[in-house]
């Protein structure tokens, strides 16, 4: 009864920019950290940036400088905007979440919620 939505991938240059919104909507009481998650081709799931509820923030070291994670509380969103795209920033995206909402079963406690993940393109 809760999920995360994502938007805003696609096919971009490089050196071009993105901006990838996700929205959590269902039963939820309240999100501790929102992070994004990238996938390439052949290779494992990873980390690119978190956000805690107080805004600290923390990024892979390939994305700094270039990628700014941002969320708004009041609206449960977390956006990722990324800037100066390469090639190997190619991958599906995918946003995650910390949530303390309600189950299925009706039942309120701590949540991973995952989002159906986007892919983003970068290449000429």
């Known amino acids: 009864q809760v999920q995360l939505v994502e938007s805003g991938g696609g096919l971009v240059q490089p050196g071009g920019s993105l901006r990838l919104p996700c929205a959590a909507s269902?039963?939820?009481?309240?999100?501790?950290?929102m992070a994004w998650y990238r996938q390439a081709p052949g290779k494992p799931r990873e980390l690119v940036a978190s956000i805690t509820s107080g805004g600290n923030t923390n990024y892979v070291d390939s994305v700094k400088g270039r990628f700014t994670i941002s969320r708004d509380n009041a609206k449960n969103t977390v956006s990722l905007k990324m800037n100066s795209l390469k090639p190997e920033d190619t991958a599906v995206y995918y946003c995650n979440a910390e949530v303390f909402g309600r189950t299925p079963a009706g039942l309120y406690r701590s949540l991973d919620v995952w989002g159906q993940g986007t892919l983003v393109t970068v290449s000429a």
């Open positions: 269902g039963s939820i009481f309240s999100i501790n950290a």
